[in-house]
């Protein structure tokens, strides 16, 4: 079993990057693999409810996060960094997220056998 780690970098709409991500990550844990989650940047903004991404045109995947225990994804980060960028709170996310400082993410990105960023 490899360690997968994702890293969310990207604001959720504009572009596919995010959705493509998330595909990923399931995709990653459907063959069981072990896989982590880190929002920072803009990819915090991934994680807020109530957008309406079909007034630019986009499709709403935002809730499919939900899913991600039923694929046993537990470990989701989000930089200290980025929440307090955005102003946002952990009660703020769309599903159960921890914070975690840089040197923690550091650490995880070193540990991790394979590191996609999206």
């Known amino acids: 079993m490899k360690n997968i780690?994702?890293?969310?970098?990207h604001p959720p709409?504009?572009?596919?990057s995010s959705r493509e991500g998330?595909?990923?990550?399931?995709l990653s844990a459907s063959f069981e693999q072990q896989v982590t989650l880190i929002f920072i940047d803009d990819g915090v903004l991934n994680l807020l409810p109530h957008?309406?991404?079909s007034q630019i045109g986009c499709r709403d995947y935002i809730s499919t996060f939900k899913a991600l225990p039923l694929y046993d994804i537990e470990e989701v980060w989000v930089a200290s960094e980025a929440m307090d960028t955005y102003n946002v709170a952990l009660t703020d996310c769309v599903i159960d997220v921890k914070r975690v400082d840089n040197p923690m993410i550091t650490e995880q990105l070193n540990t991790a056998d394979e590191v996609f960023v999206y």
Request: glycine share 6%; aromatic share 12%; net charge neutral.
């Open 13 to 16: 709409h504009g572009n596919a």
């Open 22 to 26: 998330l595909d990923f990550a399931l």
């Open 51 to 53: 957008q309406q991404p």
């Open 5 to 9: 780690t994702i890293v969310f970098r």
